[in-house]
C-alpha cells in the first residue's frame, strides 16, 4: 500500500477541492483569515468581559467584526462582477465586405418563397433574412427565429421547415 503523502496518492490538481476565499496566497484568503481572527480574538475577550458589560461590550464586537466582513465581502463582489464585465463577449465588428458568412452558408435559400410570403411594406432586409436562414439551418427553430430576428412567424416557420428538409436531404 502507498503512503498517502506520496504525489500519487493525491488527486490530479484539476479534481482536488478548490477553496479560494480561503487560500492564505490571496488577498481575498488573507483577508477572510483576518476577518476570522479578528472574530476568534472578540469571542475571547468577550469571555474575559465582566457578565454586567456583556451586552455593550458585545455589541462593539460585534459592529467591530461586521464592519470588515462588509468591507470584504464588498471587495469580492466588486471584483467578481469586474471579471464577469470583462469576460462579457462583444459584438463582433462586421467584416471588410460586409458578409458574415459565406456564399456555401446561404445554398438551398428559399428566395422565391420568401418574396412571396414577405409583404412589401414589412420589409426586414435581405441580411436579415439570411441570418434567419443561417440560424435555421445550424438548428434553431422557428419560434426563436421569430422572435430573436422580429420576422413574421409564417417566414421563420419556412425557413425553418426548408432548412430541416434540407438537413434530412443531406443526411440520407
Same mark, same amino acid.
Given at each position: 500500500?502507498? /503512503?498517502?503523502?506520496? @504525489? +500519487?496518492?493525491?488527486?490530479?490538481?484539476?479534481?482536488?477541492?478548490?477553496?479560494?476565499?480561503?487560500?492564505?496566497?490571496?488577498?481575498?484568503?488573507?483577508?477572510?483569515?483576518?476577518?476570522?481572527? &479578528?472574530?476568534?480574538?472578540?469571542?475571547?475577550?468577550?469571555?474575559?468581559?465582566? @457578565?454586567?458589560?456583556?451586552? &455593550?461590550?458585545?455589541?462593539?464586537?460585534?459592529?467591530?467584526? *461586521?464592519?470588515?466582513?462588509?468591507?470584504?465581502?464588498?471587495?469580492?463582489?466588486?471584483? +467578481? @462582477?469586474?471579471?464577469?464585465?470583462?469576460? +462579457?463577449?462583444? #459584438?463582433? *465588428? /462586421?467584416?471588410?465586405?460586409?458578409? #458574415?458568412?459565406?456564399?456555401?452558408?446561404?445554398?438551398?435559400? /428559399?428566395?422565391?418563397?420568401?418574396? +412571396?410570403?414577405? /409583404?412589401?411594406?414589412?420589409?426586414?432586409?435581405?441580411?436579415?433574412?439570411?441570418?434567419?436562414?443561417?440560424?435555421? @439551418?445550424?438548428?434553431?427553430?422557428?419560434? #426563436?427565429?421569430?422572435?430573436?430576428?422580429?420576422?413574421?412567424?409564417?417566414?421563420?416557420?419556412?425557413?425553418?421547415?426548408?432548412?430541416?428538409?434540407?438537413?434530412?436531404?443531406?443526411?440520407?
Amino acid at each position: 500500500m502507498r /503512503p498517502l503523502i506520496s @504525489s +500519487r496518492a493525491t488527486p490530479p490538481r484539476g479534481n482536488r477541492p478548490h477553496i479560494r476565499y480561503l487560500h492564505p496566497r490571496t488577498r481575498e484568503g488573507a483577508a477572510v483569515l483576518c476577518a476570522l481572527a &479578528l472574530l476568534l480574538v472578540e469571542v475571547i475577550v468577550l469571555g474575559l468581559v465582566p @457578565s454586567h458589560a456583556r451586552p &455593550l461590550i458585545g455589541t462593539l464586537l460585534l459592529g467591530a467584526w *461586521v464592519i470588515p466582513f462588509v468591507l470584504v465581502a464588498a471587495v469580492l463582489r466588486g471584483r +467578481r @462582477s469586474a471579471a464577469r464585465r470583462a469576460g +462579457r463577449p462583444t #459584438w463582433p *465588428v /462586421p467584416p471588410p465586405g460586409g458578409q #458574415w458568412y459565406g456564399e456555401d452558408a446561404l445554398e438551398g435559400y /428559399p428566395s422565391e418563397e420568401v418574396a +412571396r410570403l414577405l /409583404p412589401a411594406s414589412a420589409d426586414p432586409g435581405q441580411n436579415r433574412l439570411q441570418t434567419a436562414w443561417v440560424l435555421a @439551418s445550424h438548428g434553431h427553430d422557428a419560434a #426563436w427565429i421569430a422572435h430573436h430576428l422580429d420576422l413574421p412567424a409564417d417566414l421563420a416557420h419556412l425557413l425553418a421547415d426548408t432548412a430541416a428538409h434540407r438537413a434530412t436531404a443531406h443526411r440520407a
